[in-house]
C-alpha cells in the first residue's frame, strides 16, 4: 500500500542538537482521545453506581483507547517525563563535528541534516552536533578561502575533542581530507552524499567511511515507461552546468540498454531562455515523457532555484515530467525512484552511532544498496490520470488529500472504540447466551447417554433414601424384580421379598449409610418363587455437599455362574474320587492277577477233579471281582479300552434285545433313533455297558412299571453350549433315557455319580452302575447331563463326539493255547505278586526268565546284560522310574529293543504314547495266561499287537 505521510521536508533554522530536539508532533494523542472519550462520557451522564458489566465494558473502553492511541504515536518515549534532556543529563555527551558543502537554506542540505538528527534521536544517546556550512555554491570560493575557513575552524575549536566529524557532499569531503590531521587528528570521518566517488578520494585515510551519492536513472526511465506504456520518445532536459553534463552523459551511457525503438532527445536550457524552453515542452506530443534533470542555468546566464525552475517548466509541459531527486518533489513532476539527502544523511548516521558504541570502522559494512525510494506527487498523477494501482510497490505518495478518517481521526477513533465496546458487549452477551445454551445442550446429551449406559447395562442398579426407600432403578432391576420400573419409587424392600430378606437388606443398606463404607455382598432373592442369587455392591449416595443420602447399589446375577461353579466343584471331586478309585483297583486288580493265575495253573496241573472244581470256583470269584474293578476303572477313565467306529444305533439294538428278555413286563420300552450319523469312535463294550446300565436304574425306578425311552438326535453344540458342558464346540451324538420313574431329588443328584453311592438299599445294588457310566462317557471325550425331579421321572442325555471318515479297525481274538518259546525275558514290576505269577508263567512255557523289582534296577542290569535279553515286559505304574522312562532309557541302550506293556489301567493316556514310541504290545492286569503268551509270541516276532487309539472327528 502506498504510503501517503511523505511531505517534503524544511530544516529549523539554528543549529541543531539532539538535547534541543521537538516532541514529536502525535506524541499527545493518546491524553487527547482519553480526555475526548471522557468528555463523551461525562456528556452522556455516566452514574458512578454503574453495575460490574459496565465496569467491565469501561474498563475494556479505556484498555481500547490507550492501546489505539499508543499505536498511533511515533517513536515511543519515557513515560515519566517530557523533558528529554533532564532524562538524557546523565549520559555520557559525545560531540559530533557537521561540515556541510552547501548553505542552509538549500533543500538537499537541510533533508540530509534532518535525517541525520532523526538518526541521533532514535540512538537514544547523549549527543551534541556541531555545523558549520561552507556555502560552495554562493560565495566566491578559492584557495584563500579554504585557508581562511581552515583557519576559523583551527581558532574557533581549538581544544574542543570530537568523537567523530561527519561531511556532507563532495567540497566539505575534500577539505576534510586535506586539513583532517591538522583539524581533527586521530577523529574518524563519516561522509555521505559524495558525487562521483572513486577510491582516489580518500588515498592515505583509513578510518574515512560513508555513503556516496546513486542515482537511479535507469529505474526512474523504466517506472515512467511502465506508467506510460505508450511513450515512444524521452526527452532529457539539463543544462551547461557541470553537473547537468554530469546528469546528461550519465543517461546517454544507459540508452544502449533500452529498446532500440525508444527515441532519447537531450535538451539543454543552455540553448535557450526558460521561458522559451517552457514553450518547446508545452508542444510536446502525448507519446514523449520528460526527464527532467541539472540545476538549470538559461543561455543568458539566469540561475534559476531547483524548486523554481521545476515548478515552471513542469506546470508548462504537456507530458509527465519525472525525476531523480526529491528536491523537485512536489512542485509539479511526477516523481520517480529519488535521491534524498534525508536517506543519505540517516544511513551515515546511523555508522557514526555504531562507531560511538564502541565498532571498528573497518567492522563497519559499506552502504551497497541504494536509500533511494519511490516517490509520486498524487496532483500530477491525477493531472495525467495515471493510476495509484499502476505505482511499484511501497511507493510514497504526497499530496494527497486527507481522507475523511483523517481529517475527523480523534472523533472516529471515539466514536468507533465506543460503538465496538457496545458491539463488543452485544457480542459478549450473545456469546456467554450461545455458550450457556451449548452447555444445557451437551448436558442433556450426556444425562441421556449416562441414563441409556444405565437402562442398557446387564447389571441392575438401584437408588435408595435415607429410610431404604427406593428412589429409582433402571429396567434391569425392575425386571429382575417382576415389575414395572415406574412401580419401584417410593417401596421398600419388604415389598417384593420375605421379612427376613428384606430385615437384611435393611441392615446392610443402614451400615452403608453410617459407615460411609462399600460393602461387597453376595446375596438371594426370588422371582415368582424361584430362588436366584445376585453378586451386589453398595456405596454410599451423596449429596452436592457430600452428605450421605442414601445407598447406590450394583447387582448382578450370578445364579447360573454359581451353578457352573458348582457343577465344576462337582467334577472336580468326582475326579479326585476317581484318581481314589482307579488306585484301589489297581493295588486289587495285582492281587488278583496272582490269585486267578495261580488259579488256573492249580486247575491245569490238578489231578483230583475236587481240587480243579476248588480251583475253577476261584477263578471264577476272581473275574467277578475283577468285573467290579472293571467299573472302578470305568468311573476313573483307566479300564481297558479299545477305540474303533462304533454305530451306536446298532449298540441300542442290543441292549433293547437283552432288556426285552429281562425287564419287567409292565415297563414299555420305546425308541426313536433320529440321528443322522450314528458312528462314535470308541469300545463297543463299555458304550454297551453304559447304555445297559442307564437302562436298568431307569428300570429300578418304576418298580410298578412305566415308560423307558431310548432316543438319539444330532446336536450342534454352539460356544455356550458346549462351555456348560465342558466340551469344545462341534457336532455330536445326543442319546437320550428318559423314564418316568420316581425321580431324584437335588441331594441326590448331587452325589450319583458317585462309586458306592446309592439308594437301592441293602443289597439291592452296588453303587458303581452309574460311577462306571460317567467314566465310560469322559472316557470318550463325551458329557452327561441329567434333568430330573421327585415324581416326575429323570432324562440322562448322553453326548458324544460324531466320527468323520473313520475306517473300520479289525481286533483278532487271541488264542485259546498258550504258546510256548525259550527266549530270554525280562520282567519288570514292583508288586511281588505280579512277579512271581509272570515268571512262572513263562517258566512254565519254556523262557528263561530275569526278575528286577524297579525301573532303576532294570536299566541297570540292561545296560550290562541287554545283548542276552530278548524280551522285556515292563509294568506302566512303578515307583523311582515308570514304565515309559524304563523303556526310554533302555531303548537309547538298544535302539532294536523289544518290549511288552503290563498295567491295570487302560492303554489310553501315557500307555498309549509308549504304543506310539516303540513298545510292541499291551495286556491289561489281570490277564490269563493264553492271552499273555500270545503277546510275548507277537512281540518275540516283532509285530505289534495293539492298534493306537484313534481320536474322533
Known amino acids: ?219 526512474t526511465i523504466k517506472a515512467a515507461l511502465k506508467l506510460r506504456p505508450g511513450t515512444r520518445k524521452i526527452i532529457v532536459l539539463s543544462d551547461e552546468t557541470p553537473t547537468g553534463l554530469d546528469h546528461t552523459a550519465a543517461v546517454k551511457k544507459l540508452e544502449p540498454g533500452f529498446d532500440k525503438s525508444l527515441s532519447f532527445q537531450y535538451w539543454s536550457l543552455g540553448s535557450c531562455s526558460l521561458t522559451e524552453m517552457g514553450d518547446k515542452l508545452a508542444s510536446l506530443p502525448n507519446d514523449s515523457i520528460v526527464l527532467l534533470l ?182 434391569r432391576y425392575a425386571k429382575n424384580l417382576g415389575i414395572n420400573q415406574k412401580e419401584i419409587a417410593g417401596k421398600d424392600d419388604f415389598a417384593f421379598h420375605p421379612k427376613e430378606l428384606a430385615e437384611k437388606y435393611r441392615a446392610d443398606d443402614k451400615v452403608v449409610m453410617d459407615t460411609g463404607a462399600i460393602k461387597d455382598i453376595d446375596e438371594h432373592y426370588y422371582v415368582n418363587g424361584v430362588e436366584r442369587w445376585a453378586h451386589t455392591i453398595k456405596v454410599p449416595f451423596h449429596d452436592e455437599q457430600r452428605q450421605i443420602i442414601g445407598v447406590l447399589g450394583i447387582s448382578e446375577d450370578i445364579t447360573e455362574r454359581r451353578e457352573l461353579e458348582q457343577r465344576l466343584h462337582q467334577s472336580e471331586k468326582m475326579d479326585a474320587i476317581g484318581k481314589l478309585a482307579g488306585g484301589v483297583a489297581h493295588d486289587f486288580n495285582n492281587q488278583l492277577l496272582g490269585i486267578m493265575g495261580y488259579a488256573e495253573m492249580i486247575y491245569d496241573q490238578a489231578e483230583n477233579q475236587n481240587h480243579r472244581e476248588f480251583a475253577d470256583n476261584i477263578v471264577k470269584a476272581s473275574r467277578r471281582s475283577a468285573d467290579l474293578t472293571k467299573q472302578l476303572l470305568a468311573f476313573a477313565r483307566k479300564g481297558k479300552f479299545i477305540s474303533v467306529p462304533v454305530n451306536l444305533h446298532d449298540v441300542i439294538h442290543e441292549v433293547i434285545s437283552l432288556l426285552k428278555h429281562s425287564i419287567d413286563k409292565r415297563i414299555i420300552i420305546r425308541h426313536h433313533l433320529d440321528a443322522d450319523s450314528p458312528i462314535v469312535l470308541g469300545d463297543p463294550t463299555q458304550l454297551q455297558n453304559a447304555i445297559l ?166 536299566v541297570a542290569f540292561y545296560r550290562d546284560f541287554w545283548q542276552n535279553i530278548d524280551l522285556v515286559v515292563l509294568d506302566m505304574v512303578m515307583p523311582k522310574m515308570g514304565g515309559r522312562d524304563t523303556f526310554i532309557a533302555m531303548r537309547k541302550i538298544n535302539p532294536n529293543i523289544k518290549a511288552i506293556l503290563a498295567s491295570v489301567y487302560s492303554i489310553e493316556g501315557e500307555a498309549q504314547e509308549i504304543l506310539g514310541e516303540g513298545v510292541l504290545g499291551f495286556v491289561q492286569k489281570p490277564f490269563s495266561i493264553p492271552e499273555f503268551s500270545q503277546k510275548v509270541v507277537s512281540a518275540l516276532n516283532g509285530r505289534k499287537s495293539d492298534v493306537p487309539a484313534q481320536k474322533p472327528g
Not at 461525562?42 to 453495575?51: E, L, P, V
Not at 551534541?128 to 581558532?155: I, P, S
Open 1 to 219: 500500500m502506498a504510503n501517503t505521510d511523505f511531505k517534503p521536508a524544511k530544516f529549523f533554522s539554528g543549529a541543531p542538537t539532539v538535547n534541543s530536539r521537538r516532541f514529536p508532533q502525535e506524541s499527545g494523542l493518546m491524553y487527547q482521545l482519553y480526555s475526548d472519550i471522557c468528555t463523551f462520557m461525562d456528556t452522556g451522564k455516566i452514574n458512578h453506581s454503574f453495575r460490574p458489566v459496565s465496569a467491565i465494558i469501561l474498563a475494556i473502553l479505556l484498555i481500547s483507547v490507550c492501546a489505539v492511541a499508543g499505536a498511533q504515536q511515533a517513536p515511543s518515549l519515557p513515560p515519566a517525563s517530557l523533558d528529554i534532556t533532564s532524562n538524557n543529563n546523565h549520559k555520557k555527551v559525545s560531540r559530533i563535528f557537521i561540515l556541510n558543502s552547501y548553505n542552509h537554506g538549500h533543500s538537499w542540505t537541510d533533508n540530509m541534516l534532518r535525517g541525520i538528527n532523526d538518526s541521533f534521536v532514535r540512538s537514544g544517546m547523549n549527543i551534541e552536533t556541531y555545523h558549520f556550512f561552507m556555502d560552495m555554491r554562493r560565495a566566491q570560493t578559492g584557495v584563500d578561502y579554504l585557508k581562511q575557513f581552515k583557519g576559523m575552524l583551527d581558532t574557533g575549536y581549538k581544544g574542543v575533542k570530537f568523537d567523530a566529524v561527519m561531511v556532507c557532499e563532495n567540497d566539505a569531503l575534500s577539505f576534510v581530507s586535506k586539513y583532517r590531521d591538522d583539524l581533527f587528528p586521530g577523529v574518524p570521518v563519516i561522509y555521505t552524499s559524495i558525487n562521483e566517488y572513486g577510491d582516489s578520494m580518500l588515498e592515505g585515510h583509513k578510518d574515512f567511511i560513508g555513503t556516496r551519492q546513486i542515482t537511479d536513472y535507469a529505474d
Open 693 to 858: 446300565n442307564l437302562a436298568i436304574n431307569a428300570r429300578d425306578a418304576m418298580p410298578d412299571g412305566g415308560e423307558l425311552t431310548l432316543s438319539t438326535a444330532t446336536a450342534d453344540l454352539n460356544d455356550d453350549d458346549a462351555r456348560e458342558l465342558y466340551l469344545e464346540k462341534g457336532r455330536y451324538l445326543a442319546m437320550t433315557v428318559t423314564d418316568t420313574g420316581t425321580g431324584m431329588d437335588a441331594e441326590t443328584q448331587k452325589h450319583m455319580f458317585e462309586p458306592f453311592y446309592t439308594t437301592k438299599g441293602h443289597k439291592k445294588g452296588t453303587g458303581l452302575g452309574l460311577a462306571a457310566v460317567y467314566g465310560a462317557v469322559k472316557n470318550h471325550h463325551g458329557a452327561v447331563d441329567v434333568l430330573s425331579e421327585l415324581g416326575r421321572g429323570s432324562i440322562f442325555k448322553i453326548y458324544l463326539p460324531l466320527l468323520k471318515d473313520a475306517g473300520i479297525i479289525e481286533l483278532k481274538d487271541a488264542a485259546a493255547v498258550p504258546a510256548r518259546g525259550d527266549a530270554r525275558i525280562l520282567i519288570v514290576d514292583d508288586e511281588e505278586v505280579a512277579r512271581n505269577f509272570g515268571t512262572d508263567i513263562l517258566r512254565r512255557l519254556g523262557y528263561k526268565v530275569t526278575v528286577c523289582k524297579d525301573g532303576e534296577e532294570a
Open 294 to 475: 541539472g540545476h538549470f542555468k538559461d543561455k543568458d546566464g539566469n540561475t534559476y532555484s531547483v524548486q523554481e525552475s521545476a515548478a515552471f517548466l513542469s506546470s508548462r509541459c504537456a507530458v509527465p515530467c519525472f525525476i531523480v531527486t526529491d528536491s523537485r518533489m512536489g512542485m509539479g513532476p511526477v516523481g520517480g525512484i529519488l535521491e534524498s539527502g534525508y536517506y543519505y544523511g540517516q544511513a551515515s548516521a546511523d555508522m557514526v552511532v555504531k562507531i560511538l558504541k564502541g565498532a571498528e570502522i573497518s567492522s563497519i559494512p559499506a552502504m551497497k544498496q541504494s536509500p533511494n525510494k519511490y516517490m509520486f506527487d498524487f496532483k500530477a498523477l491525477r493531472r495525467f490520470n495515471i493510476p495509484e494501482r499502476n505505482l511499484p510497490p511501497g511507493s510514497i505518495i504526497i499530496n494527497k488529500p486527507a481522507s475523511i478518517y483523517e481529517q475527523y481521526r480523534k472523533e472516529v477513533i471515539a466514536t468507533a472504540i465506543v460503538l465496538s465496546v457496545m458491539g463488543l458487549s452485544l457480542l459478549v452477551m450473545a456469546l456467554e447466551i450461545l455458550r450457556r445454551k451449548r452447555v444445557e445442550k451437551k448436558m442433556r446429551a450426556s444425562e441421556q447417554r449416562f441414563r441409556s449406559l444405565v437402562e442398557h447395562l446387564p447389571q441392575s442398579i438401584f437408588i435408595k433414601d435415607r429410610n431404604s426407600a427406593y428412589i429409582s432403578c433402571n429396567v
